[in-house]
C-alpha cells in the first residue's frame, strides 16, 4: 500500500499532475483520517486547484483506533512543534501509528523531514519515498519526460515546497537506471 500524505497531493496539484500520481499509486493507494481531512480542507480553501482529483482514486480514509490515536499524539511531539500549530503532522502521525500497529507493509509518500527523521531513528519497517523520488519514477515509467519533470520540480522549489531538490531527482532517476 502507498500512503501519500496532504504535502505530496499538494504538490501533485500544483504541477498539475494528479493524473501521473494516480497511475503511480496503480489502485493501492490509502490515507488515513487526518490526511483525508487536510486534503478536503486545502480543496475547501482553494489553495490548490486539482487536489479534488484525489478523491476520485483514493478509497474512503483510515480511521485510527484509540490506541493509534494515543501513538499518533506520541509519534506528533517527536516530528513537530504541536503548541506552534497543533494540527500540524496530524497526517503523518497517524499514517506511522496505523502502518506500524496493523503491520502493513507500506510506503509512505511523504516530504516531511520530522516524519522521515522519526521512521529512522526508530528503525521503523515503512519505506519512504519521496515527491522527486515519484517524479524519478514517473519518468521511470514513462508518464512524463525527464524535462517536463525538471520543470516540475523547479515549479515546486519557485513555490517555496520544502524538500525539493533537482539533485536528489537526478540521484533518484541515476540509481534506478542501474
Given at each position: 500500500?502507498?500512503?501519500?500524505?496532504?504535502?505530496?497531493l499538494i504538490n501533485f496539484a500544483i504541477i498539475g499532475e494528479m493524473g501521473i500520481l494516480k497511475k503511480l499509486l496503480n489502485g493501492k493507494g490509502a490515507w488515513v483520517g487526518a490526511v483525508h481531512a487536510e486534503c478536503e480542507d486545502s480543496h475547501r480553501k482553494g489553495y490548490y486547484p486539482g487536489i479534488e482529483e484525489a478523491f476520485d482514486f483514493m478509497p474512503d480514509p483510515i480511521l485510527v483506533d484509540k490506541f493509534e490515536e494515543h501513538?499518533?499524539?506520541?509519534?506528533r511531539l517527536s516530528i513537530t512543534d504541536v503548541i506552534e500549530d497543533p494540527?500540524?503532522?496530524?497526517?503523518e502521525s497517524q499514517t506511522i501509528a496505523v502502518v506500524t500497529h496493523r503491520h502493513i507493509e507500506a510506503v509512505f509518500i511523504t516530504d516531511d523531514?520530522?516524519?522521515i527523521k522519526y521512521i529512522k531513528?526508530?528503525?521503523?519497517?515503512?519505506?519512504?519515498?519521496?515527491?522527486?523520488d515519484l517524479l524519478a519514477l514517473a519518468v521511470r515509467a514513462g508518464f512524463i519526460t525527464e524535462a517536463a519533470a525538471e520543470a516540475h520540480i523547479k515549479t515546486l522549489v519557485a513555490r517555496g515546497r520544502k524538500r525539493i531538490s533537482i539533485n536528489r531527482f537526478r540521484k533518484v532517476l541515476k540509481k534506478r537506471a542501474t
Open positions: 500500500m502507498y500512503f501519500p500524505d496532504n504535502t505530496v501513538d499518533a499524539r506520541t509519534i494540527a500540524q503532522s496530524l497526517g523531514g520530522g516524519a531513528d526508530e528503525h521503523l519497517p515503512i519505506a519512504v519515498c519521496m515527491t522527486t
